[in-house]
């Protein structure tokens, strides 16, 4: 118990004395501001009666606000500069977001064309991509069909495929878009075309020079107004990825139905 | 545990892949997804989500339905609801507000947009 309040004490004596040091401090620091009143009370009183030391103290103090102009001068600069290299962060940082959001709409759009290597699946996947990340409404995938060279439609989205044309290669937007292996976005890049109009897009398929197929664009979702630059990448990825996926599944199956036959003729032979 | 957890309710497997990507740039969040309307049902009775995105073109059942569904019972009615659809008409958007939908995204979507949404939905920064 004595142990507990001499501790009580100590703390409380300690308490004291910072206290203590605490008012010296502030008289000495009182006492310092006093003697520099005093000082300035008495150069103001001298200047009075000096013309000399009256101009001298002006000069000093006209000197000090020049000096204190220049200094906020090069603050409002550096505030400005600061400023300006901020809008450009802020610019840079939308910039890269919107970087970041196409590649994200890019890496899925390949990822899922490459997901299965099923002809129906890559097709469902096609359609997918157009609509969910182009926007289209109206539009037609079609087919190189191997025999004729003919792009045949296979999968449309807004119109029955029947309504699709059979088209030549180099005959029609569409056609000469597969032959030249470039897309062709029709001018203006909006509004409605029905299929026997010709498509607002003409996306070939192309693996290396070889043509797959193709995708008609004819017309887009209502509150879709255009192209963005996304919606030209987008282009460009299922020109060179939805070909391969295309291609890669029409192998598959093939060899999948050969393998069948093989395997056929094998159990015919050793049974 | 995660802060949030999230119930994608869309057929499109690209789409679901957009939307766990957007949505995985929220901190701490749980996204589970589910391929249609039925499957949404399930889950959305079974667990506890605070916030359920839903297509509204889906085979089994609906996005419309699914949406009904959930505002008539009395647990879920507080659940926000986002949709998203195809549909941009002015008529369309109000049909899902109507039956209960908080807010609504059409295609093609931006992932900064499905964030900005469901941070608003979800009152996260």
């Not at chain 1, 001499?6 to 004395?17: H, N, Q």
């Not at chain 2, 545990?1 to 789409?15: F, G, K, Q, Y």
Request: with cysteine.
């Amino acid at each position: 118990m004595s142990v507990k309040n001499y501790e009580r004490g100590e703390a409380v004596l300690s308490i004291f004395k910072r206290g203590a040091e605490f008012t010296k401090d502030l008289l000495q620091e009182n006492e310092q501001l006093r003697v520099r009143l005093l000082n300035i009370e008495q150069r103001q009183t001298d200047a009075a009666r000096d013309p000399e030391e009256w101009e001298k103290l002006r000069n000093e103090l006209l000197g000090k606000i020049e000096s204190l102009e220049v200094e906020n001068r090069d603050i409002r600069e550096r505030l400005q500069a600061v400023e300006e290299e901020n809008g450009q962060f802020a610019g840079r940082y939308v910039e890269i977001e919107e970087e970041n959001n196409n590649l994200a709409n890019l890496y899925v759009a390949s990822y899922q064309l490459h997901s299965t290597l099923d002809p129906s699946e890559v097709l469902k996947v096609i359609i997918e991509i157009v609509i969910n990340l182009i926007g289209a409404e109206v539009f037609c995938v079609y087919v190189v069909d191997e025999r004729s060279g003919i792009l045949e439609p296979v999968a449309s989205e807004g119109a029955p495929v029947s309504q699709f044309p059979r088209i030549e290669i180099g005959s029609g937007a569409l056609g000469l878009a597969v032959q030249d292996g470039e897309v062709a976005v029709a001018e203006p890049a909006a509004g409605a075309r029905a299929p026997e109009e010709g498509p607002l897009v003409s996306i070939p398929l192309r693996v290396q020079e070889r043509p797959v197929g193709a995708i008609a664009i004819h017309s887009l979702l209502q509150q879709k107004d255009g192209f963005t630059a996304l919606d030209y990448e987008l282009f460009t990825l299922l020109a060179g990825h939805a070909a391969t996926s295309i291609f890669a599944a029409r192998l598959h199956s093939q060899s999948k139905r050969k393998l069948n036959t093989i395997q056929g003729f094998i159990d015919l032979l050793t049974k | 545990m995660a802060d949030n957890r999230i119930l994608i309710v869309e057929d499109s497997p690209t789409m679901r892949q957009l939307l766990v990507f957007a949505l995985n740039r929220l901190k701490n969040v749980d996204i589970v997804e589910a391929a249609d309307g039925m499957d949404g049902l399930r889950k959305v009775t079974s667990d506890h989500f605070d916030l359920a995105l839903i297509d509204i073109n889906m085979p089994v059942m609906d996005g419309l339905k699914l949406i009904r569904l959930i505002r008539g019972d009395e647990s879920l009615k507080q659940m926000p609801i986002c949709v998203i659809t195809t549909e941009g008409a002015t008529d369309d958007r109000q049909r899902a507000l109507t039956l209960g939908a908080n807010e609504y995204l059409t295609k093609p979507i931006q992932a900064n947009r499905v964030l900005s949404i469901a941070k608003g939905l979800l009152k996260v920064e």
